[in-house]
């Protein structure tokens, strides 16, 4: 059996944040939704939990850190080709999200973009055949 991942992220806006990541062309499973979170699918085994403040210091005592100001993590996606890395990127930029720095190394193709609330997920394609 595979292992999941659910990346949780504390969001100021849920109804903005899931608009914002339709627009991108992710999904949200509704058994997991309600007023103060949501489960939003990546892929079959990767999922983000997107939770208001109020719900993410449920699970956190530590203080909720300005995603716009500092970096704790960063997201890395993979994705099949450099132009489906395009195609989400230009997706999230045009749904709001801040553009962010791009590397094209040839064996690999990255760029990155900020969410709503200063997530930076980086989307990268590598050559298979660099490995």
Same mark, same amino acid.
């Given at each position: 059996?595979?292992? %999941?991942?659910? +990346? %949780? =992220?504390p969001? %100021?806006?849920l109804?903005?944040s899931?608009?914002?990541?339709?627009?991108?062309g992710?999904?949200?499973?509704p *058994?997991?939704t309600?007023e103060?979170?949501?489960c $939003?699918?990546?892929?079959?085994t990767?999922? &983000? $939990?997107?939770?208001?403040?109020?719900?993410?210091? =449920?699970?956190?005592? /530590? #203080?909720?850190?300005? &995603?716009?100001? %500092? +970096? #704790?993590? =960063?997201?890395?996606?993979?994705?099949?080709?450099?132009e489906?890395?395009?195609?989400?990127?230009? /997706?999230?930029? &045009?749904? !709001? !999200? /801040?553009?962010? #720095?791009? *590397?094209? *190394? !040839?064996? $690999?193709?990255?760029r990155?973009?900020?969410?709503?609330? !200063?997530?930076?997920?980086?989307?990268?394609?590598m050559?298979?055949?660099?490995?």
């Amino acid at each position: 059996m595979a292992t %999941n991942i659910f +990346v %949780n =992220l504390p969001v %100021n806006d849920l109804r903005k944040s899931i608009e914002f990541f339709t627009k991108v062309g992710y999904t949200f499973n509704p *058994q997991f939704t309600d007023e103060t979170s949501t489960c $939003m699918v990546i892929s079959d085994t990767i999922y &983000a $939990m997107l939770l208001t403040h109020d719900k993410f210091k =449920l699970f956190s005592k /530590k #203080e909720i850190v300005d &995603a716009k100001k %500092n +970096v #704790e993590v =960063l997201i890395a996606l993979s994705e099949e080709s450099k132009e489906k890395v395009n195609e989400l990127v230009d /997706k999230a930029v &045009a749904a !709001g !999200g /801040k553009e962010g #720095e791009s *590397q094209d *190394q !040839g064996f $690999m193709f990255a760029r990155t973009y900020d969410d709503l609330d !200063g997530h930076t997920w980086e989307v990268f394609w590598m050559d298979p055949s660099a490995i």
